[in-house]
């Protein structure tokens, strides 16, 4: 969101004139994506930080130091970064030297955030992009498996309402080459009715955040009888972490690298600390609910005329400029980061199948 209350005073940087906005595609146009074991390049796994009851951002006390939670977001890490950032940064208005731990897309976007209001920023990490979590992402913008709906309360509810349009509103600054992010038509294809859901569906409070939606015609599209069509937004982490951290220091931030335990924190010299670790806060701050779920995607070779999402059957592909991106898995409590071989397969041949009622 432009507003400076919500992105906290955003300023174009002298890069804002190289970016060039995707323009939506007139009319859909189903290019056959080539499955095939001999175009895959690489398969990739990622453990997402899921909590059921929802992503954490609070604010408490850590010895004599602020210590402000923002962590938990499980398949939504990257779609609502900006947004649970926005609302972590406005617990600590008064701070003007801050501490974040983590260098994904969360924590980039909370350092950002914090130096847009004048603080000076340190950011402490195990890891550096593109060895964090958040470039395993497919990183479509769309707030799915974030949270359990059985277990989320009204308030948290509320919660994620505001972070998706605060996220969804900053993307919209960041469109273009040089962050890596475009608007891409989705569909939803099924042999029954779509399902409605808290997070899309005609009755969704953030039914608004889905330009283009509509239900479509029987037979819409080759795939399924039933189809779903809304227009997102489809971040590429292998350009956009790169960009926003190289923003970060350039705007004077600093990166320190190591482990860091609760003794070597509350050690540091900033007189807060944002906590982005994922699903390290686990351990670090003893939060019992976190727990991973492991992801994987199996990427082929780039085809540049595929020009749209497709999801189904709990199978996913989105076309990036690195590679077309084929997933569908979600193995709650697994912690395990070798790929799925049977998992691997199964969405390879699901995927062959379905793009193959194309023909040739």
């Known amino acids: 969101m432009t507003r400076r209350t919500a992105l906290g005073g955003f300023v174009l940087t002298g890069c804002a004139a190289r970016r060039t906005v995707t323009s939506i595609p007139a009319k859909p146009a189903f290019g056959k994506v080539q499955v095939a074991e001999d175009r895959v390049i690489r398969t990739v796994v990622g453990l997402r930080p899921y909590r059921p009851s929802g992503f954490v951002v609070k604010r408490e006390s850590f010895g004599d130091k602020a ?4 962590y938990g977001h499980g398949g939504g890490g990257m779609t609502l970064s900006w947004g649970t950032s926005q609302l972590a940064v406005d617990l600590a208005p008064e ?8 260098c994904g897309g969360v ?36 707030p799915t498996s974030v949270f359990n709906e059985d277990k989320a309360t009204p308030a948290f509810r509320e919660q994620f309402v505001a972070a998706c349009r605060h996220s969804y509103r900053h993307f919209q600054t960041m469109l273009g080459d040089y962050y890596g992010v475009r608007w891409i038509r989705n569909y ?15 009755d969704s409070p953030i039914r608004d955040l889905y330009p283009e939606y509509a239900d479509l015609p029987d037979n819409a599209t080759p795939f399924e009888r039933y189809a779903r069509r809304f227009t997102t937004m489809l971040i ?19 990166v320190v690298v190591g482990e860091f335990d609760r003794e070597r924190l509350s050690a540091l010299s900033e007189p807060a600390i944002f906590n982005c670790t994922g699903l390290g806060a686990g351990a670090l701050f003893g939060d019992p609910e976190i727990g991973p779920v ?21 199978l996913y592909m989105f076309p990036r400029r690195d590679g077309i991106l084929l997933g569908g898995t979600w193995e709650r ?28």
Do not use: C
Not at 188 to 202: E, H, K, Y
Not at 333 to 356: M, T, W, Y
């Open 67 to 70: 210590l402000i939670h923002n």
């Open 95 to 102: 701070v003007r030297q801050a501490a974040v731990l983590g």
């Open 107 to 142: 924590g980039l976007a909370t350092a950002r955030l914090l130096q847009r209001r004048g603080a000076q920023v340190t950011i402490y990490t195990k890891s550096l992009p593109p060895e964090t979590t958040s470039n395993i992402a497919g990183a479509q913008w769309w």
């Open 188 to 202: 939803m294809v099924s042999d029954s009715p779509v399902r409605n859901s808290f997070i899309l569906g005609a």
């Open 236 to 254: 590429e982490p292998s350009t956009y972490l790169p960009a926003v951290l190289r923003d970060f220091q350039l705007s004077g931030g600093r």
């Open 294 to 314: 492991k992801g994987q995607l199996t990427v082929l070779l780039p085809q540049p005329e595929i020009d749209y999402n497709l999801l189904t059957g709990g």
């Open 333 to 360: 409590g697994v912690n395990d980061l070798a790929p799925n071989l049977e998992a691997r397969a199964r969405v390879i041949a699901g995927h062959k199948e379905i793009f193959a009622r194309l023909g040739t």
